[in-house]
């Protein structure tokens, strides 16, 4: 029927093998090997998702009147931080523009453009 060569013949059973070889292997992993969902509890949520629901409740901070555990739950605002913030309010009087919170020393212009759309001076 086909007039194949020797060498013809042996790539074809090479290639052939190698085909069984590539379902089975493909087989074993869709079939066998299923990989095992993991449920995670809601307290190991990410920060990101945690301030997420938080702003959906609430929406900004009030730089103004906030205490540091409230400052804490901006994004990347730790408890020192959050202390410094009230303590330059104390020392200064209330921010009279979202922008002041710049001039406590921690916040920059990278740290300030992650939290602005959080704060508030009402």
Partial sequence: MFNLTTQEKKVLIVLSIFAILGL???????????????????????????????????????????????LEILPNIGPALAKRIVDYRNAHGRFLFKEDLMKVKGIGHNKFDEIKEYICLE
């Fill in 24 to 70: 089975t292997v493909s087989g074993y992993r869709n079939y066998i090997a299923r990989p095992q969902i993991e449920v995670v509890p809601t307290q190991l949520k990410s920060a990101e998702a945690d301030y997420q629901v938080l702003f959906k409740q609430r929406r900004t901070v009030n730089i103004n009147i906030a205490d540091a555990n409230e």
